[in-house]
């Protein structure tokens, strides 16, 4: 099941309320995802299977954050402003 908004939809969303959309960034992609998924397997158990768990997510940031991915993205970061004179 998907959620939220893609890249597209998101530019056209922020347009639509008057917003001037200057970069859009992807900031997720199936590294990351992987290594939320397994912290969210974990999250309820006991102390050491969540230490045991804690490198490999971290070694999942380090690669996405390098570039070390797959897939679409999955977030975004958007930086977006209200035009000058209101229009």
Same mark, same amino acid.
């Given at each position: 099941?998907?959620?939220?908004?893609? +890249?597209?939809?998101?530019?056209? *969303?922020?347009?639509? &309320? /008057?917003?001037? %959309?200057?970069? %859009? $960034? !992807? $900031? $997720?992609? #199936? $590294? *990351?995802? *992987?290594?939320?998924?397994?912290?969210? +397997?974990? +999250?309820? &158990?006991?102390? !050491? %299977?969540?230490? &045991?768990?804690? !490198?490999? %997510?971290?070694?999942?940031?380090?690669?996405?954050? &390098? /570039?070390?991915?797959? #897939? !679409? @993205?999955? /977030?975004?970061?958007?930086? @977006? +402003?209200?035009?000058? #004179?209101? #229009?």
């Amino acid at each position: 099941m998907r959620h939220g908004y893609g +890249r597209d939809e998101i530019v056209s *969303l922020l347009e639509r &309320a /008057g917003l001037r %959309v200057d970069r %859009v $960034t !992807p $900031t $997720t992609r #199936g $590294t *990351l995802q *992987l290594a939320e998924e397994a912290r969210e +397997r974990v +999250r309820d &158990a006991r102390l !050491p %299977v969540r230490t &045991a768990a804690l !490198p490999f %997510v971290r070694a999942a940031l380090a690669l996405e954050r &390098a /570039g070390l991915t797959w #897939g !679409p @993205a999955r /977030g975004f970061y958007v930086e @977006a +402003r209200k035009p000058l #004179g209101g #229009g």
